[in-house]
């Protein structure tokens, strides 16, 4: 069964939810075993280590003591460690009393300053690694582009190609290719025609063939929550003409929807089928997205949700591992960066809070990156888990890294806080938490 047919078995919401659960389970199972296996080295003892809330649905307990549970709310988890008032590991300092130091010692509040900060720290370190490793691997199964531009496989396209499977193309219009990375220089070159000019190396011949322009509107991705994915278009179409009017590169169809300022288009979208393929049309109307630069700034554009891709996939060549390292490791800190500064900027009012995402809205992006396949579906469970890693650095009681402002309050004065101030701001960081679920509901709820 396909991912079509099992989205259309489970239902749209069943199919949401489910895949939420599952994205939800092993981020938070990546963090909070973090907590646990570094408490555990630490020498803290868990008394619990819960996949999710509630009443247990299923219980074991290891010969550490420690009783793991799956429980019935499936949307969340924790490790209560010995000594902790809670779920939330709230610190109880009445916990040690009349335990014996070596005994006090295996607990949260009884352990030395330093294991308890390195317990807390472990959760979104987990986080980060684990997206570091999917990122890493990624790196390693793609590879990298050859030093030649050699043609692997042709997306299907209603149009005449010219170019072949394992050609190594020289130039087109006569500008040489200096190497694959510099393909899309060359291309912004080129006039927005139909056809180009191919100079190709085919079979040790060197030949002059008419193709289609590289870069056509081929769709090779679709965004979450944007006009094209809920006008149906789908990952392999071909939009042809735009309000009647032919389309040749994807950079007229990003003029065409810039210049239009939001203005609904009538797409027309050719579709490759077992027949041969399928042409429909569709009408959309584009949204305004506050879209990150590299220099850490934003810009509003109005944008449909389309990614655009070569008429052709390049050849690739296995990449080192250190390369796949530092290629992963960047990944979680551009996530990283980002949201921060998409944070800094909706506070200070330059981009609109609708970029604020909320339950409903990490849920459909969960589960259509989950119908786009494994591979979209695991890059953006890495990416949720460095944002949900990064969240719990803030230093908001309740989160870690409210935890870790109370540890270097204590580390600075000698003594912990009081556990009145310690309840009062516990109660006021999940007021804040809350403040900040509802303001992503309602950006779920009212923003397109």
Same mark, same amino acid.
């Given at each position: 069964?396909?991912?079509?047919?099992?989205?259309?078995?489970?239902?749209?919401?069943?199919?949401?939810? /489910?895949?939420?659960?599952?994205?939800?389970?092993?981020?938070?199972?990546?963090?909070?075993?973090?907590?646990?296996? /570094?408490?555990?080295?630490?020498? +803290?003892?868990?008394?619990?280590?819960?996949?999710?809330?509630?009443?247990?649905?299923?219980?074991?307990?290891?010969?550490?003591?420690? /009783?793991?549970?799956?429980?019935?709310?499936?949307?969340?988890?924790?490790?209560?460690?010995?000594?902790?008032?809670?779920?939330?590991?709230?610190?109880?300092?009445?916990?040690?009393?009349?335990?014996?130091?070596?005994?006090?010692?295996?607990?949260?509040?009884?352990?030395?300053?330093?294991?308890?900060?390195?317990?807390?720290?472990?959760?979104?370190?987990?986080?980060?690694?684990?997206?570091?490793?999917?990122?890493?691997?990624?790196?390693?199964?793609?590879?990298?582009?050859?030093?030649?531009?050699?043609?692997?496989?042709?997306?299907?396209?209603?149009? !005449?190609?010219? +170019? !072949?499977?394992?050609?190594?193309?020289?130039?087109?219009?006569?500008?040489?290719?200096?190497? &694959?990375?510099?393909?899309?220089?060359?291309? !912004?070159?080129?006039?927005?025609?139909?056809? =180009?000019?191919?100079?190709?190396?085919?079979?040790?011949?060197?030949?002059? =063939?008419?193709?289609?322009?590289?870069?056509?509107?081929?769709?090779?991705?679709?965004?979450?929550?944007?006009? #094209?994915?809920?006008?149906?278009?789908?990952?392999?179409?071909?939009?042809?003409?735009?309000?009647?009017?032919?389309?040749?590169?994807?950079?007229?169809?990003?003029?065409?929807?810039?210049?239009?300022?939001?203005? &609904?288009?009538?797409?027309? $979208?050719?579709?490759?089928?077992?027949?041969?393929?399928?042409?429909?049309?569709?009408?959309?109307?584009?949204?305004?997205?506050?879209?990150?630069?590299?220099?850490?700034?934003?810009?509003?554009?109005?944008?449909?949700?389309?990614?655009?891709?070569?008429?052709?996939? /390049?050849?690739? !060549?296995?990449?080192?591992?250190?390369?796949?390292? @530092?290629?992963?490791?960047?990944?979680?800190?551009?996530?990283?960066?980002?949201?921060?500064?998409?944070? #800094?900027?909706?506070?200070?009012?330059?981009?609109?809070?609708?970029?604020?995402?909320?339950? @409903?809205?990490?849920?459909?992006?969960?589960?259509?990156?989950?119908?786009?396949? $494994?591979?979209?579906?695991?890059?953006? =469970?890495?990416?949720?888990?460095?944002?949900?890693?990064?969240?719990?650095?803030?230093? +908001?009681? =309740?989160?870690?890294?409210?935890?870790? $402002?109370?540890?270097?309050?204590?580390?600075?004065?000698?003594?912990?806080?009081?556990?009145?101030?310690?309840? @009062?701001?516990?109660?006021?960081?999940?007021?804040?938490?809350?403040?900040?679920?509802?303001?992503?509901?309602?950006?779920?709820?009212?923003?397109?």
């Amino acid at each position: 069964m396909d991912v079509t047919s099992l989205v259309s078995s489970l239902g749209g919401t069943a199919f949401t939810l /489910v895949f939420f659960i599952v994205a939800l389970s092993i981020i938070v199972t990546v963090h909070e075993y973090g907590h646990y296996i /570094v408490g555990r080295w630490s020498g +803290i003892r868990a008394d619990v280590f819960s996949l999710g809330f509630g009443k247990p649905l299923w219980q074991r307990t290891d010969k550490r003591g420690t /009783v793991w549970q799956i429980a019935a709310l499936p949307f969340g988890g924790y490790v209560k460690f010995a000594g902790d008032a809670n779920a939330a590991s709230a610190p109880d300092a009445h916990a040690v009393e009349g335990m014996s130091e070596d005994e006090a010692r295996h607990t949260m509040p009884g352990a030395p300053l330093w294991a308890r900060t390195l317990t807390v720290a472990a959760g979104p370190v987990f986080n980060f690694i684990f997206s570091f490793i999917v990122f890493t691997i990624f790196v390693l199964i793609a590879g990298k582009a050859t030093d030649t531009l050699v043609v692997d496989e042709i997306s299907p396209v209603p149009f !005449e190609v010219g +170019i !072949e499977s394992g050609d190594e193309i020289l130039a087109i219009n006569g500008l040489n290719i200096p190497a &694959p990375t510099e393909l899309m220089e060359v291309l !912004e070159e080129l006039p927005r025609t139909a056809e =180009v000019t191919y100079t190709v190396m085919r079979n040790g011949e060197e030949l002059t =063939v008419q193709g289609a322009y590289p870069y056509p509107v081929i769709v090779s991705g679709i965004s979450p929550k944007s006009a #094209a994915r809920d006008a149906g278009i789908k990952t392999g179409d071909v939009i042809t003409r735009l309000d009647g009017e032919d389309v040749h590169t994807f950079w007229d169809l990003q003029d065409y929807v810039t210049s239009h300022d939001g203005a &609904p288009m009538t797409l027309t $979208v050719w579709r490759n089928t077992d027949a041969g393929g399928e042409t429909y049309e569709t009408t959309l109307e584009p949204r305004r997205r506050d879209l990150p630069l590299p220099d850490g700034e934003f810009e509003t554009r109005w944008l449909i949700g389309i990614t655009g891709g070569l008429l052709f996939s /390049v050849g690739t !060549e296995p990449v080192g591992l250190g390369e796949a390292i @530092v290629a992963g490791a960047q990944g979680v800190w551009r996530i990283i960066v980002t949201s921060l500064s998409g944070m #800094a900027h909706m506070i200070t009012g330059a981009i609109s809070a609708c970029n604020l995402s909320g339950p @409903v809205g990490i849920a459909e992006v969960v589960s259509t990156s989950a119908a786009d396949g $494994v591979a979209s579906f695991l890059s953006t =469970v890495a990416l949720l888990s460095t944002a949900i890693g990064l969240m719990n650095l803030f230093p +908001i009681p =309740v989160l870690d890294g409210g935890h870790l $402002v109370f540890y270097a309050y204590e580390a600075v004065r000698g003594k912990p806080l009081p556990d009145r101030a310690v309840g @009062v701001m516990m109660t006021i960081g999940m007021a804040v938490i809350l403040g900040f679920m509802v303001l992503g509901l309602g950006s779920d709820l009212f923003c397109k």
